[in-house]
């Protein structure tokens, strides 16, 4: 059997140890331009039920990719290597494709924010980024931040897109629903100010 990894990595970048050995990180070798794709992860497909009884370091190198789905690399390779940071140079093209959201230079590493990806309490941490930005605890929530939305438009992957398009349709409903509440309560109160003239 192949001991390729199941994960692409452009050749662009290598995994590596960080400089201060917190864990491993990939960098870009070369300088890669906004919309290029930089890695296309891999791997077995577990359910939930399954998923959250595997060892954690299997968990934590892992991608959701549906609502109760998780890709689990294996094997594991550089492309696996993937960090979080709340200030990322990189986002998801579809379920599996990580491309660079802007211009990337040499040396640079290369992170994207969990909360591209993430809906469900499998991977929570304190986070240690160090962006001027970093919002201190990732969770399986931060999807549904308004600021985040925003910042990532067109880098969600598609199950977490379609839960915020869900999330935004219902807000529009209950926003018209008062509109047309208060709309009927006005025209309550204004038959009895006619009646004083
Ligand atoms: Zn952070």
Known sequence: MSKQPSSYLSSKLEGRLKADKSGNSIFALKPIKKGELIAVFGGVVYEWE?????PERERSLCL???DRHFLVPR?????DFVNHSCNPNAGLSGQIGLVAMRDI???EEVCFDY???DTMPYDEFDCLCGAPNCRRRVSGNDWQRPELQKRYAGFFSPHVQRRIDAQKAERRAFERAMREKTRSYAG???TPSVAFK
């Open 188 to 190: 309550k109160v204004a």
């Open 115 to 117: 909360a591209m990806c």
């Open 105 to 107: 230079q040499i040396g």
């Open 64 to 66: 959701q990719v549906e």
């Open 50 to 54: 399954t998923f959250i009884h595997l």
């Open 75 to 79: 094997p594991i390779g550089e492309g």
